[in-house]
């Protein structure tokens, strides 16, 4: 896996308006130009930050590197990976997209920053319903009591942070 690969990686966090089309949404995201790109569309409310978001990518890329992957196409390992469950229902539960969700995270990764960048907007254009950018640097966007409760770790950034990444490791063991 070449280190390049891994800083090219984008995300963007948008939100959604209060009625959106979850279907249409989940479709869009599956019909893509460029099948190398792997593009997956998250609820942000448990991603702790960029390193959190890459070092899943990592996992993802270097579990089909080794053939040891738990999904067939590698959004769907991502989305096991960056939610630290096997089960694809559980990983769906807390990480997926809902009726509910007022936001969505947009991951595009295993092109060039240039290609994850395009796919990105190409799906973002492509959504039937207007949704609105928000600044990257503002993950996490829950506080900092309600992740560090779901992560079962102490009140600050760096043992939240730290608690996703040994969940995320977590679940090659088991």
Known sequence: ????????????????????????????????????????????????????????????????????????????????????????????KQFGVRENSKQILVVAFGGSKEENENEELDFIKNIDFKIESIDKESLPISDIRKLSNFYKSEESLQNVEKAALEKMAAIEIY
């Open 1 to 92: 896996m070449k280190k390049d690969s891994m800083d090219s990686f984008i995300y963007s966090i948008y939100l959604l308006p209060n009625s959106f089309n979850l279907d249409q949404l989940i479709e869009k995201s599956k019909t893509r130009k460029l099948p190398k790109i792997t593009l997956q569309v998250l609820d942000p409310t448990w991603i702790v930050s960029k390193k959190h978001i890459s070092a899943a990518i990592y996992h993802t890329q270097k579990a089909f590197d080794e053939e040891r992957n738990f999904a067939r196409d590698k959004a769907t390992e991502f989305l096991i990976r960056i939610s630290g469950q096997k089960q694809i229902k559980n990983a769906l």
